[in-house]
């Protein structure tokens, strides 16, 4: 069956930066865009940033852009998720995501991750 | 950015009850809408997409309707397992955006 696997997240301080992988398995990957979309202690989701399934056409929210960069390694089967200049706002659990049709960036979300999570904090 | 509201933040109702959650949209997301159940401690889970369309494994108590930009979420007769979290979702453009979700309680 599907399955996304995050990791990667960890306490970091202000200003330092972290990768955000998910592992999948179960279907084939290089035909699926991915997301990043995260949730906030005790609140709601915030969608992060898509992938193409080619890997040559991103988009993000103007939350991240500029500081976080989505990419993925389809011999791998893993997406990822470069952070920088990490603040105690983006202390979040991570979900990656998968759309339900193939080929589509904006679609809706059929399987999720567990999450992983970042804290930011001093 | 298509803003999302739902309402009530939180409803309470008792097992066997119909519980009915509305979502709206800033402007027209036709019937690009899905509906996610959270439970505690649990990744969000599809329940429903294009406005109507029960996801796969969905109990019929669940049903969404409506297009543009209201929508609502009803299940027919709550059981235990259905008190959770529900978030309505566009992804008729970008960002896309959730609503802040709704407490569905005893």
Known sequence: QVQLVESGGDMVQPGRSLRLSCEVSGFTFSTFAMHWVRQLPGTGLEWLAVMSADGFSQTYSDSVKGRFTVSRDNSRNTLYLQMNSLRPEDTALYYCVRVHREWMLRDYFDNWGQGTLVIVSS | ?106
């Open chain 2, 1 to 106: 950015e298509t803003v999302m509201t739902q309402s009530p933040a939180t409803l309470s109702v008792s097992p066997g009850e119909r519980a009915t959650l509305s979502c709206r949209a800033s402007q027209s997301v036709s019937i690009n809408l899905a509906w996610y159940q959270q439970k505690p401690g649990q990744a969000p889970r599809l329940l429903i997409s294009g406005a109507s369309t029960r996801a796969a494994g969905i109990p019929a108590r669940f049903s969404g309707s409506g297009s543009g930009t209201e929508f609502t979420l009803t299940i027919s007769s709550l059981q235990s397992e259905d008190f959770a979290v529900y978030y309505c979702q566009q992804y008729n453009d970008w960002p896309f955006t959730f609503g802040p979700g709704t407490k569905v309680d005893i």
